[in-house]
């Protein structure tokens, strides 16, 4: 129990095979970064500058991600705060994540358009 494993287990690939374990150590490292990218896709979501910047369809579905996100965050830090109700939200963080990298991908990428031209 602990680390990757919300239960005890007896034996797992990712106690002995190398591929598993370096998927581990990859997940270990950038989950954080992640997670950070989360939270300030949610906040992106509800900027009008952001929502500018996509089709209307995108920003809508992003503010209802991140609703959902916001209400499965407070809802389990008072009532239950068991890890293993957040392995179902990692979709949903994870491309709230890609989306905020989304978002400022259009952001300098539109800006670079609007400072440097293409002239023919």
């Keep these: 129990m602990g680390d990757a494993f919300v239960y005890p287990v007896k034996t797992s690939p990712y106690f002995y095979s190398k591929p ?3 998927t581990h ?3 270990w490292t950038l989950h954080p970064h992640l ?3 989360c939270v300030v896709g949610s906040v992106l979501a509800w900027i009008p500058l952001s929502a500018g910047l996509l089709p209307a369809k995108t920003t809508l579905t992003a503010r209802y991600t991140a609703l959902v996100l916001i209400y499965f965050t ?3 830090m008072v009532g239950a705060p068991f890890p293993r109700y957040s ?4 979709p949903y963080l994870f491309g709230m994540a890609i989306y905020s990298l989304y978002v ?3 952001f ?3 800006y670079a358009d609007r400072r440097y ?3 023919k």
Excluded: K
């Design 108 to 110: 300098i990428r539109q």
């Design 25 to 27: 150590a990859l997940m």
């Design 20 to 22: 598993f374990q370096w």
């Design 87 to 90: 392995v179902p939200l990692h």
């Design 35 to 37: 997670i950070i990218l």
């Design 74 to 76: 407070v809802i389990h």
């Design 117 to 119: 031209p293409l002239t």
């Design 104 to 106: 400022l991908f259009v």
